[in-house]
Structures are given as C-alpha cells and as structure tokens.
C-alpha cells in the first residue's frame, strides 16, 4: 500500500477536524451538554412512535391474513 500526497493531505485534514472538534466540545462542554439532554429524549420519542408505527401495521397484517383464512 503506497500512500500518495493527497491521502496524506486528507488525513491530516480529518485529523484537523476532529482535534477541533475536540476542543470545541471541551470548550463548550455544558452548552453541548444541554442540547443533548434535550435531544435525547427527542430520539427516544421517535424511536417509540416509529416501533409503534410498526407493531401497528404488523397487528394490520396478522388481522388481514385471520380474515382470509375465514
């Protein structure tokens, strides 16, 4: 595996980014904090509506697969 100058350049780039980010989330850690306390229970609350969206259309099918064997 030859490593060219642009795979270089793109990894030192990513690793730019991500030791910013790092320190950017270290320095607004408690307002980073509040958004994912808050969308935390937003994902929560889209998982539960999406599995009851499915146990809703699975309980459809079963009801549609008694009929026709009535």
Same mark, same amino acid.
């Given at each position: 595996?030859?490593?060219?100058? /642009? $795979?270089?350049?793109?990894?030192?780039?990513?690793?730019?980014?991500?030791?910013?980010?790092?320190?950017? *989330?270290?320095?607004?850690?408690?307002?980073?904090?509040?958004?994912?306390?808050?969308? *935390?229970?937003?994902?929560?609350?889209?998982?539960?509506?999406?599995?009851?969206? *499915?146990?809703? $259309?699975? !309980? /459809? !099918?079963? $009801?549609?697969? *008694?009929? /026709? /064997?009535?």
């Amino acid at each position: 595996m030859r490593l060219t100058m /642009r $795979s270089l350049q793109e990894l030192l780039f990513g690793g730019t980014l991500v030791a910013v980010g790092l320190v950017g *989330i270290w320095y607004f850690l408690s307002k980073v904090l509040a958004v994912l306390l808050g969308v *935390i229970p937003l994902v929560v609350l889209f998982l539960g509506a999406l599995f009851v969206m *499915i146990g809703v $259309s699975s !309980m /459809r !099918m079963k $009801s549609v697969e *008694i009929d /026709r /064997r009535e």
